[in-house]
């Protein structure tokens, strides 16, 4: 068999679309593999959402090729995919023109024909950017794909919502809502499969509906709660939700579906009204107070969690200020920080009133330190309670880990392991663990009233 190298950027979704990229090409003839010197075949899949990220991807293209030049290696296929290959394009080539081929987030299906194409002319370089008709989930091979005892399904892709300041609409193209039935399709096999929590995917992913079925029109509340039917299916998450789009049955679920976690990811961005407006986000921070006032209304307890954009054009003091007094509103439990990046082709990125380099990364230090407060104390609050954990893996120092139901890394100690399970047996496990210690990003805790 070849040998397949894959590196990922980015958010989840790109993790998800490279585990079905290695899985798809599977069926062709290469096998993954950690060791990029071995590799016949190497896919960057790759991020645009800020400059560093797809400078990154062109500082690992440089190095790729050190590496095979300098080791007298012979050149494998390059291929770059993801959301800086759809905002590239040819660009891409004429920059790196070592790159054979170049596949956009929407059309990675197509990699087989592609590669086909590549070996019968190697000096052609394939571009695929399209946006299919037929949606690449009909394409995706779920039978084979590796699971793990957490694993992720994209249930909806694209945004139509256009922040000033995001790349998103542009390199995942219009909103989209997977069919209800391959996406319980999907999760059926990887139950079987062994996998015991889905983290349901989405840029918007309570925008989620499938509207087919003329009597009933299903929601990402009504998708959980068929989800929460599969027996095996021991815990569900979801992620990103977006604040326009967070409707009553999604808030109930937290109060109804046991299997659903109380943590709810929900960016605000921005504390100020003002840039509010100027990141076109259709909200206002009162607007944002709202919805979380009523979501802790059914569960009391939930962990909210945001991103922040720090130094948007035209943000003032004032505006920064805002910010602040929104995190010590909340509370988050934890969050995101960033500092603005422009983005080609953005609205966001022909505004004047450009934040100073240093006033940003000032700002940001503030914004981080706030929040680092709020997630100490939050994390403080855990220690001696006790909750089910799910065991996901196991570390070098005979660590167990899984997350709380807030969402938080706990460790377990192994010695307090009151049953006589063997490892593989405790790792894909729920078992109860009470909480000893409580850090910055992490929880520590030992086994308890497991028999
Ligand atoms: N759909 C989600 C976010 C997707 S992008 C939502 O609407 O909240 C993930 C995060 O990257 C965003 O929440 C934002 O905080 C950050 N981000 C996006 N564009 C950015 C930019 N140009 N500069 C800095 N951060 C950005
Ligand atoms: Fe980007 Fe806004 Fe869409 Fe989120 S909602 S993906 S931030 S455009
Ligand atoms: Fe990056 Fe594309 Fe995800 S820009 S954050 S990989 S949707």
């Not at 991103?307 to 988050?332: A, M, Q, R, S």
């Not at 307090?416 to 894909?428: D, Q, T, Y």
Request: charged residues 25%.
């Amino acid at each position: 068999m070849k040998k397949l190298f894959i590196k990922t950027y980015g958010c989840q979704m790109n993790f998800y679309d490279s585990d079905h990229m290695s899985n798809l090409l599977k069926d062709h003839g290469y096998k993954t593999s950690e060791q990029i010197e071995q590799a016949d075949l190497v896919i960057l899949n790759t991020c645009h959402i800020r400059d560093k990220a797809a400078e990154k991807m062109y500082s690992d293209l440089g190095r790729i090729k050190k590496i095979y030049e300098s080791n007298n290696l012979t050149k494998p296929i390059i291929a770059v995919a993801g959301c800086v290959a759809q905002a590239e394009g040819k660009e891409i080539t004429k920059r790196s023109p070592w790159v054979d081929l170049v596949v956009g987030p929407q059309a990675y299906t197509d990699l087989p024909k592609l590669l086909k194409k590549i070996n019968n002319y190697p000096k052609k370089r394939e571009i695929n950017l399209k946006f299919p008709e037929i949606p690449k989930f009909d394409f995706l091979n779920f039978d084979k794909k590796v699971s793990k005892v957490s694993d992720y399904v994209t249930i909806q892709e694209g945004c139509d919502k256009f922040c000033s300041f995001c790349v998103v609409p542009y390199t995942r193209g219009p909103e989209y809502s997977r069919s209800r039935k391959s996406i319980l399709e999907e999760i059926k096999i990887m139950a079987q499969n062994g996998v015991k929590e889905i983290i349901l995917l989405g840029q918007n992913v309570n925008a989620w509906k499938d509207d087919s079925n003329e009597s009933k029109t299903y929601n990402l509340g009504s998708l959980i709660e068929d989800i929460a039917k599969i027996d095996d299916i021991l815990s569900i998450r979801y992620t990103t939700s977006h604040p326009l789009d967070m409707d009553l049955d999604l808030i109930k679920a937290h109060k109804n579906i046991k299997k659903l976690m109380p943590y709810l990811h929900l960016p605000i961005q921005s504390g100020s009204d003002n840039i509010l407006k100027k990141m076109n986000r259709k909200h206002t921070s009162n607007e944002y107070l709202k919805i979380i006032e009523l979501v802790r209304k059914y569960c009391e307890n939930i962990a909210i969690s945001s991103d922040f954009i720090v130094g948007h054009p035209g943000e003032t003091h004032e505006d920064h200020k805002k910010t602040l007094d929104i995190i010590n509103e909340v509370e988050f439990a934890s969050s995101y920080s960033f500092m603005y990046s422009s983005r080609p082709g953005t609205k966001s990125s022909e505004l004047d009133e450009i934040v100073d380099e240093n006033e940003k990364k000032i700002r940001l230090l503030e914004i981080q330190n706030s929040l680092n407060r709020h997630q100490l104390i939050f994390n403080k609050n855990m220690e001696n309670l006790d909750f089910p954990i799910l065991i996901t893996n196991k570390n070098k120092n005979n660590q167990f880990l899984g997350r709380s139901p807030y969402n938080q890394t706990v460790y377990v100690n192994e010695e307090n392991l009151p049953v006589k399970k063997s490892s593989e047996k405790i790792i894909g496990s729920m078992l109860n663990v009470k909480i000893i210690k409580s850090n910055q990003n992490s929880l520590l805790g030992n086994f308890t009233n497991n028999v």
